[in-house]
């Protein structure tokens, strides 16, 4: 049986950078984001996104973010995998834990969740987990 953690999550950087442009394409770009989660889970993720506009208002990607921190009191570090569309002004991210990527007292973790969220400054996020 798992355990829901929920936590907010706060952009604190994003820098996306252009990537193999052409004319009458959809556009691909790269994203390095750096996000502070509160709550259920505490700590820091860097997140790595690879992203393609399929149109000006339709936004596909999928990345993994590293997270360092705690999660129910365990410190340690885990991967997510991410997969999104942005579509009519709202993200709507999955995640998994990347099955062997927990390190620390996170060894053994994994899980399922995500976010459904606009532009917000700070989003809430859920993580299903637990360990095996």
Same mark, same amino acid.
Not at 11 to 17: A, P, Q, R
Not at 41 to 69: I, N
Not at 89 to 95: C, D, N, P, Q
């Given at each position: 049986?798992?355990?829901?953690?929920?936590? @907010?999550?706060?952009?604190? @950087?994003?820098?996306?950078?252009?990537?193999?442009?052409?004319?009458?394409?959809?556009?691909?770009?790269?994203?390095? $984001?750096?996000?502070?989660?509160?709550?259920?889970?505490?700590?820091?993720?860097?997140?790595?996104?690879?992203?393609?506009?399929?149109?000006?208002?339709?936004?596909?990607?999928?990345?993994?973010?590293?997270?360092?921190?705690?999660?129910?009191?365990?410190?340690?570090?885990?991967?997510?995998?991410?997969?999104?569309?942005?579509?009519?002004?709202? $993200?709507?991210?999955?995640?998994?834990?990347?099955?062997?990527?927990?390190?620390?007292?996170? @060894?053994?973790?994994?899980?399922?969740?995500?976010?459904?969220?606009?532009? $917000?400054?700070?989003?809430?996020?859920?993580?299903?987990?637990?360990?095996?």
């Amino acid at each position: 049986m798992s355990t829901r953690a929920t936590a @907010s999550c706060k952009g604190l @950087s994003w820098e996306e950078t252009p990537q193999d442009e052409m004319p009458g394409e959809p556009k691909l770009t790269t994203v390095h $984001a750096r996000n502070r989660y509160t709550g259920g889970w505490e700590g820091e993720g860097s997140l790595h996104l690879q992203m393609v506009y399929v149109s000006d208002q339709t936004v596909h990607y999928t990345g993994l973010e590293r997270v360092s921190g705690s999660l129910a009191g365990n410190q340690g570090s885990f991967v997510l995998k991410h997969d999104g569309i942005f579509e009519g002004g709202l $993200a709507k991210t999955t995640w998994t834990v990347v099955p062997g990527s927990g390190t620390g007292e996170l @060894s053994g973790l994994r899980g399922t969740g995500g976010f459904a969220s606009g532009h $917000a400054e700070e989003s809430p996020v859920t993580l299903d987990y637990d360990f095996i």
